[in-house]
């Protein structure tokens, strides 16, 4: 089992910026991928960007590129995501998960384990 929790959402201006964290317990994440997936207002799922937790490959959404981050410090066991420049869609509550492999991180049903979600609300 992996522990996930996630924290520092929030509310942001558009063309701020936020920082999520997410902190994984449980068990060694060396063959883990550590995903950010956000949920819109009646939308489904999106894969926002994903890391191999062993190589530190960076996987996103064009949606997000340029202007998210996703890193890991491995003495922490946590997984950040930067967001800058934020619009008002991004809009979402903002998942941090974890899978076991690195196949098709961008496969949002792939993911085993989840934490509660973070709230971000971007105000235009």
């Known amino acids: 089992q992996v522990q996930l929790v996630e924290s520092g959402g929030g509310l942001a201006q558009a063309g701020g910026s936020l920082r999520l964290s997410c902190v994984a317990t449980g068990r060694t994440l060396t063959s883990y991928t550590l995903a950010w997936i956000r949920q819109r207002p009646g939308k489904e799922r999106e894969f926002v960007s994903a890391?191999?937790?062993?190589?530190?490959?960076?996987f996103y959404n064009y949606s997000v590129m340029g202007r998210f981050t996703i890193s890991r410090d491995g003495a922490k066991n946590t997984v950040y995501l930067q967001m800058n420049n934020l619009r008002p869609e991004d809009t979402a509550v903002y998942y941090c998960a974890a899978r076991l492999g690195s196949q098709r991180p961008e496969a949002v049903d792939e993911y085993e384990y989840w934490g509660q979600g973070t709230h971000v609300t971007v105000s235009s």
């Open positions: 890391i191999l937790w062993h190589t530190a490959l960076t």
